[in-house]
Structure formats: structure tokens, C-alpha cells
């Protein structure tokens, strides 16, 4: 008994059409995986949203770094059962070369820093720690300082006052704007602030860290030249040159010459006086001649 | 089936049995946690008075805020005891610790907890130990003396007792007394007149001196630290002048004795002449 079989041509023409439409529907996959593959890769990037490149962090504030990092999930690196993951893992913060925060959320990175220039480097790394290929990174350069951001700073001497008379000793007060006083140690030079040089007659006499009054002893008499000058860190003048000058004159101390003069104007007064007597006397002398001794 | 079958099939499924058991229990037990300390290295120095920042690395642990952890006991989640000379300082679930501490050595211990604190069986750290210190952390410290404020009459030739003695450290920072204890580039500057203390300067401010006595005298200005110990190596300048008396030198001669007789003679003499002038008037 032979089974009934299907008409040839129309089986014939089904498995042609079939593998068409198969084809068809792999090309779209294919299309599609390839379109879509972009999207998923895409490349992280990272944004330093604040501060500016070249700011000044003024009056000793930390530095507080804001950054945004996009196509890319920060996670806690070491976390149970993990493994390196395309566009997952941490930050990374360098201050000046060396590793100074390891973050795992966006957040603001306060960075309290010593004065001067500094450099800050933001790098997203994968879990395992290692850099992005292609380096994802981002920097910018600071720069601290305990004196005020802005401005430019100014000095002025209180006392003595200009062509005033003094003492041997004189005590030098003055007044500062817009600068900070720090006691130097070697640190870097950073805007507005540094010490203060006490100059006379053009010779440093002394360094003030401090705004307290300055004190010059064993002047000689005359006429003197006191320049009150800013300097840096390092003992250079700012940029451009901030001082200012008077000029004072010492005398002898009048504590000193005060009994000579007295003792001498007594002498002399005396002495006038006894020339005065004299005088009168003579002339009472001449005016009433004295009586012959016979009338008498 | 047949028996024959049916006893292959049973000792297939236990031989397959017998291997996936240990294969669930390797899977049950979570590999050890581990903790390192990446940032600062061991023995470092933290300078400029910055505050101590620890960036450290886990491995096959979970860092969760405390409380936060979910119901029953896990050895691979928690968070991290920050413990400076044997006291907790600190509890961190993020992989960077921050502290603000004195100059001073200190060791830091972190050590990984549970969420409800009880440390990891086995227990599971890692310690350093660092220095802070006021001063920088590098450079070796130096002293110079910059100015001797003595103008009159002339240079190194003092007269009078004032003297003001400038100074520049490098590499150095001048602090109070503390914890009296050694650290790299910070202390005091010991002024010594003729090799006795004369006292210590903890500001930067010129050095002034009165009613030193006669003669020549060697002031000398050296950097000590914490203790009070000097430097290795030492750091000190030191300079030599002459003081020499103002009774010595009278730059205003004193006439005063000599007025004053002549005051006393010339006010006789008045009186004398008025006495002899009324006296011969009357004779």
C-alpha cells in the first residue's frame, strides 16, 4: 500500500520562499545587534564642573572639586562575586601626582591644600583598579593661598608719621589690606600672602610675620628713609612692587639736654642780673657824689 | 526498563550526586575577605599640617552603611573600624578615611566589621604607622641670620644694651610646645647668648635684646624640636658683637656740677653787691 504524497511543485516552491524569509529575518538581526552594539559601549566621560582651571582657593579654604561622570556606574571596588565590567567601576584623585581620594559616588571632593600651585587629576578606573582604554581623565590646576582670592593688596606706614621728630627709638606701626601674613619656612610663593620687610636707609632691618608693631633701637640722629615693603614667601617683592616710604628725623632725647639748658638759662639769667646791679650801681654812683669829709 | 537499566541509571545519578555536593558547598562559602591600605605607605610623612587621608582596597567584601545590612549573618558585608593608637576613631563605609589629627606619630589600624560591629572570623586587617607634622614633609631644616639691627655708631659696634637679631628658617616650622614629642620639621628656635639658653622663640619674630653687658658676646640661634633636643644635623647660625656702655661714651659732656657752683657763686655775688650797695648807702 503506497502512502498518498504530496503534489512536488508546491512542496518544491514552500522551502525556497522559507529560506528567503529566513534570511531576510537574519540580516535584520544582525543589522540591528550591530546598531545597537554602539549604545551599549559607549564611551564614559567625565566632566570637572568646578572650580575653574587656575582658580585660587582664598583665606586657606579647602579646594572643593565638583564632577559629573556619564556613561559610567561607580561602584565599590571588591564588592562580593565582582568582576571587571565595561563602564562600571571608581574614581580615582590625585592631588600633585600622588593618590589623594578613591570615590564610588558623585560627590563633591573637598581638598584641603597647602599654599601654592597644585595640580589635581580625576581618572575613572575599572574594578580591578586599572585605567579606561581609552584614559578617561580629567584635571585642572589650583592654586591655594591663606591671603584673600581678590584684590590687590596694599601697605601703609602709621607711625611715625612722615618728617615727624623722634627718639633713638621708634616703634614702626603700619597698616595691610588684601594680604595675609604666614611665617615663611621654605613653603611656595602664592597671591597675597608673605611677610612684611622693615627697611631703613635702604638696608633690611628686620622681617615681620605678624601684624604687630616693629621696633627700631640706636638710631643715629638725622634724617632717615622707612620703606615698608611685601614680600613673598621666598623674600621676593610682589608683583607688582606694593611698599611705602617716609621720612623721619631723630634727635637727641630732650631728657638729656633738658637740666643743661636749665642750669645754663639759671646762669645766665644771674649773671644778668649781677651786670644790671653793677651797672646801676655806677651809675647811682655818678649822679650823687658822695660828700667831702670836712662838710661832714 | 530492565533491572540492569534501572541500576546503571541509580548509580549514575549518585556518582553524579556525590560530585555536586561539594561542588554546592564550595559555592556556600564565599572566598575570604581581604584589606589593604593603599594610601599613605607605611612609616609615611604627612606634612604642611594636612589632615591624614587613608585610601584603602577590599576584596570579596560588601562596605554597607552600619544598620543597613540585611537579617542574618554575613561574613562578606559591614563596614570599617578606624582605630589610631588603639581607639576607635572613626567608622567608614567608603574607601577613603579622613582624619584630622595633631602632629604626632600614630599607628592606624582598619579593620573589617560585621554590620552589627563584631570583627570577621578570622579577623581581618591592616595597619600603619605615619607621622604628621606642622612642617613640610621633606627638605632638610637650615637657620641663617639675616640682620643684626645695629646701626650706631657703626656696624657690629653696639652702644647701649638694644639689639634686634633677625632670622629665615627653611624647611622648618616654628610651633608651640605640645605633645613634647619629636616630629620631622617642626619645633623651636633656642636662642643662646654666649652658649647659655637664653630662651626659645615658638613665633617668627625678630629676636630682641636688652641690658646685655659690656663687652663681646656671640649670640647663636639653633632649630630644636618637640623635646626640646636639637636637630640631626644640627641647624644653627650664630653671630658676634660688642657692647659697649653709654657711660663709657658721653656724647653730651656733663656740666651740670660746674653750673651749679657757678650758680651759687653768682647768686652770692648778687646779694653781696646789693648788701654792699645798701651798706655804703647807709654809711
Known amino acids: 500500500m503506497r502512502r498518498p504524497r504530496a503534489p512536488q511543485g508546491r512542496n518544491g516552491s514552500l522551502r525556497p520562499r522559507c529560506a528567503v524569509v529566513s534570511l531576510i529575518l537574519l540580516a535584520c538581526l544582525t543589522a540591528f545587534s550591530l546598531s545597537s552594539s554602539p549604545a551599549r559601549a559607549a564611551t564614559p566621560s567625565l566632566t570637572i564642573v568646578s572650580p575653574a582651571d587656575g582658580a585660587i582657593a582664598g583665606n586657606g579654604t579647602p579646594v572643593i572639586v565638583h564632577f559629573l561622570a556619564s556613561d559610567f556606574v561607580l561602584v565599590q571596588p571588591g564588592r562580593l562575586g565582582q568582576v571587571v565590567a565595561p563602564n562600571e567601576g571608581h574614581l580615582n584623585v590625585f592631588v600633585d601626582g600622588a593618590l589623594a581620594r578613591l570615590l564610588v559616588q558623585v560627590e563633591p571632593i573637598v581638598l584641603p591644600l597647602a599654599s601654592g600651585p597644585h595640580t589635581i587629576l580625576l581618572r575613572l578606573v575599572g574594578n580591578d583598579g586599572a585605567p579606561l582604554t581609552p584614559d578617561v581623565s580629567a584635571s585642572l590646576r589650583v592654586v591655594a593661598t591663606q591671603g584673600p582670592a581678590g584684590n590687590i593688596p596694599t601697605v601703609g606706614i602709621v607711625s611715625p608719621k612722615p618728617d615727624e621728630r623722634t627718639g633713638h627709638g621708634v616703634y614702626i606701626s603700619f597698616q595691610v589690606s588684601n594680604f595675609s601674613f604666614v611665617e615663611p619656612h621654605g613653603q611656595a610663593n602664592a597671591p597675597n600672602e608673605g611677610h612684611v620687610q622693615m627697611i631703613l636707609d635702604g638696608d633690611v632691618m628686620e622681617v615681620l610675620a605678624q601684624y604687630e608693631p616693629g621696633f627700631l633701637v640706636s638710631l643715629p640722629d638725622g634724617d632717615h628713609v622707612l620703606t615698608m615693603r611685601l614680600v613673598n614667601n621666598d623674600d621676593t617683592p610682589l608683583s607688582p612692587d606694593v611698599s611705602a616710604s617716609i621720612t623721619f628725623h631723630v634727635t637727641a632725647s630732650t631728657s638729656a639736654t633738658l637740666p643743661l639748658v636749665l642750669n645754663g638759662g639759671v646762669l645766665f639769667l644771674e649773671v644778668f642780673i649781677l651786670v644790671i646791679l653793677f651797672l646801676r650801681r655806677r651809675k647811682a654812683e655818678v649822679r650823687t657824689p658822695l660828700p667831702p669829709r670836712d662838710e661832714l | ?283
Not at chain 2, 542574618?72 to 570599617?80: D, I, L, Q, R, S
Open chain 2, 1 to 283: 526498563m530492565s533491572g540492569r537499566r534501572l541500576v546503571l541509571l541509580l548509580a549514575v545519578v549518585g556518582l553524579l550526586f556525590g560530585i555536586g555536593l561539594p561542588a554546592a558547598d564550595v559555592r556556600a562559602a564565599p572566598p575570604p575577605p581581604t584589606l589593604t591600605i593603599v594610601s599613605p605607605a607605611d612609616h609615611a610623612v604627612i606634612g604642611d599640617g594636612s589632615p591624614l587621608v587613608i585610601v584603602f582596597a577590599v576584596q570579596n567584601f560588601n562596605l554597607t552603611e552600619p544598620g543597613t545590612a540585611g537579617p542574618g549573618p554575613a561574613t562578606n558585608e559591614g563596614h570599617v573600624n578606624v582605630i589610631v593608637d588603639g581607639n576607635l576613631t572613626a567608622v567608614v563605609s567608603k574607601p577613603t578615611v579622613v582624619l584630622a589629627l595633631d602632629s604626632g606619630t600614630y599607628q592606624v589600624l582598619l579593620r573589617l566589621v560585621s554590620d552589627n560591629g563584631t570583627p570577621l572570623t578570622p579577623d581581618v586587617s591592616a595597619s600603619i604607622n605615619v607621622t604628621l607634622t606642622r612642617g613640610p614633609a621633606t627638605g632638610t631644616p637650615r637657620i641663617a641670620i639675616t640682620y643684626v639691627e645695629i646701626l650706631y655708631p657703626f656696624p657690629g659696634d653696639l652702644w647701649g644694651d638694644d639689639i634686634t637679631i633677625s632670622f629665615r628658617i627653611t624647611n622648618f616650622t616654628l610651633v608651640p610646645p605640645g605633645r613634647r614629642e619629636s616630629v620631622p620639621n617642626e619645633g623651636r628656635l633656642r636662642v643662646l647668648v654666649d652658649g647659655l639658653v637664653f630662651k626659645d622663640i615658638t613665633t617668627y619674630e625678630p629676636a630682641h635684646f636688652s641690658d646685655l653687658p659690656d663687652g663681646d658676646h656671640t649670640v647663636t640661634m639653633r632649630l630644636v624640636d618637640g623635646a626640646g633636643e636639637p636637630l640631626n644635623p644640627d641647624a644653627s647660625d650664630s653671630t658676634s658683637f660688642r657692647v659697649e656702655g653709654e657711660q663709657k661714651v658721653a656724647p653730651i659732656p656733663d656740666l651740670s656740677p660746674y653750673l651749679f657752683t657757678a650758680q651759687i657763686g653768682l647768686g652770692a655775688a648778687i646779694v653781696g653787691v646789693l648788701y654792699v650797695h645798701d651798706w655804703r648807702r647807709k654809711r
